[in-house]
T-cell receptor, first 114, second 114 residues
Framework: DAKTTQPPSMDCAEGRAANLPCNHSTISGNEYVYWYRQIHSQGPQYIIHGLKNNETNEMASLIITEDRKSSTLILPHATLRDTAVYYC???????????????FGRGTQLTVWP | GAGVSQSPSNKVTEKGKDVELRCDPI?????LYWYRQSLGQGLEFLIYFQGNSAPDKSGLPSDRFSAERTGGSVSTLTIQRTQQEDSAVYLC????????????FGPGTRLTVL
């Protein structure tokens, strides 16, 4: 039960911004939006997460709509090494009776071309 | 080391043999997760540890699969009487624990059952 919808694939030119969309229309008030990516033959890598506010770190920016039904992961200057499958995940916080497992859907295959 | 480590990186075994896969989480992380990823598929949750106890074993596919964690650190996933459908990449992740939802993944163990 991934609870998210992502396009199966996207392309981006090297040096340009990559904007990866995610729909999570059934998200509840205390569920976080997490983004991970998986480069071929490696384990998933955490990118960023947020609840309501937009977030930015050294890897990416996360824009969450006001109604929280969708979000966009932005890689501001994509490089060839950003080619990977990007997963958008919504989950309860890891506390109390929640168990913290991540539900990975199919994700978006981002291909960055020279 | 700074990250999650897993061993072996690759394991080839014959159908019917038992295998043990090892995970060393990040030091100080109390939560540990096992997932598996079959070829071309998304990640499938297997089991979650908080400390040495496993409050969520619901993802284990059969009673041939078991896992333990000792000393709140190293975990071992054991598959008995392996079958060809057990072939997959087995991924381990750890997090600081309740209230800290970001999971950090190891590189995985690629299991091939002949």
């Amino acid at each position: 039960d991934a609870k998210t919808t992502q396009p199966p694939s996207m392309d981006c030119a090297e040096g340009r911004a990559a904007n990866l969309p995610c729909n999570h229309s059934t998200i509840s008030g205390n569920e976080y939006v997490y983004w991970y990516r998986q480069i071929h033959s490696q384990g998933p890598q955490y990118i960023i997460h947020g609840l309501k506010n937009n977030e930015t770190n050294e890897m990416a920016s996360l824009i969450i709509t006001e109604d929280r039904k969708s979000s966009t992961l932005i890689l501001p200057h994509a490089t060839l090494r950003d080619t990977a499958v990007y997963y958008c995940i919504v989950r309860l916080p890891d506390r109390g009776s929640t168990l913290g497992r991540l539900y990975f859907g199919r994700g978006t295959q981002l291909t960055v071309w020279p | 080391g700074a990250g999650v480590s897993q061993s072996p990186s690759n394991k080839v075994t014959e159908k019917g043999k038992d295998v043990e896969l090892r995970c060393d989480p990040i030091s100080g992380h109390t939560a540990l997760y096992w997932y598996r990823q079959s070829l071309g598929q998304g990640l499938e949750f297997l089991i979650y540890f908080q400390g040495n106890s496993a409050p969520d074993k619901s993802g284990l596919p059969s009673d041939r699969f078991s896992a333990e964690r000792t000393g709140g650190s190293v975990s071992t996933l054991t598959i008995q009487r392996t079958q060809q459908e057990d072939s997959a990449v087995y991924l381990c992740a750890s997090s600081l624990g309740p209230g800290h939802g970001t999971q950090y993944f190891g590189p995985g163990t690629r299991l091939t059952v002949l």
